[in-house]
C-alpha cells in the first residue's frame, strides 16, 4: 500500500511540472539578448530574376534562377559569406498556375558567396520554373533573421 501511494504522489508530481513545463510560449518578432537587439549579417537584400525569362505558350514567361544579393547600407554585406540563405517566394493566388500548389513557395539552403565583382550573392534554382506574375514578394532568411524585398 505504501508503495502505491508514493507511485501516486511521485506520478502527480511529474504530470504538474510537466503541465507547468508545457505551458510556456515564446511569442516575439524580434531576438534580443537583454536589451540589445541581436543584429543580422545583412540589413537588405535585393532579389532579381532570370535577365531573359523563358516564354511559355500563351504568352507566360516562366523564371527559373533568383539571384538575392546582400546589402548593409547600400554596401556588399561579406559578413553574410559563411551563411546559408533560404528564400521564400509570395505567390498571388489570382493569377492561375498549373507548376505551383501553394501561395508560398521556399527554396532553401542556398550558400551565400562573394561574386567576381565583391556582391555578396545567394542564386536559387526555381524548380520546375515559376510564372513571373505570379510572383508578388520574396523574402530571405539568413542569419536568423528574415528580410523582405520587392522582385525586380
Known amino acids: 500500500m505504501r508503495k502505491a501511494i508514493i507511485a501516486a504522489i511521485v506520478a502527480t508530481a511529474l504530470f504538474a511540472v510537466g503541465a507547468f513545463a508545457a505551458s510556456f510560449a515564446v511569442d516575439s518578432e524580434d531576438v534580443a539578448s ?3 537587439p541581436v543584429g543580422s549579417c545583412a540589413t537588405d537584400v535585393v532579389v532579381t530574376f532570370d535577365d531573359d525569362p523563358v516564354e511559355n505558350i500563351g504568352g507566360t514567361f516562366t523564371v527559373e534562377t533568383a539571384r538575392v544579393t546582400f546589402l548593409n547600407e547600400g554596401a556588399p554585406a561579406a559578413t553574410c559569406e559563411p ?3 533560404t528564400l521564400s517566394l509570395d505567390l498571388d493566388t489570382d493569377v492561375p ?3 505551383t500548389a501553394n501561395d508560398v513557395v521556399a527554396f532553401e ?4 558567396v562573394i561574386d567576381t565583382d565583391d556582391s555578396v ?3 536559387f534554382t526555381l524548380t ?6 505570379q510572383i508578388v514578394g520574396a523574402g530571405v532568411l539568413v542569419d536568423g533573421n528574415f528580410l523582405s524585398a520587392t522582385p525586380t
Open 83 to 85: 551563411f546559408a540563405a
Open 128 to 133: 520546375g520554373g515559376i510564372t513571373a506574375d
Open 34 to 36: 537583454g536589451a540589445d
Open 97 to 99: 498556375r498549373d507548376n
Open 109 to 112: 539552403d542556398v550558400d551565400i
Open 121 to 123: 550573392i545567394a542564386d
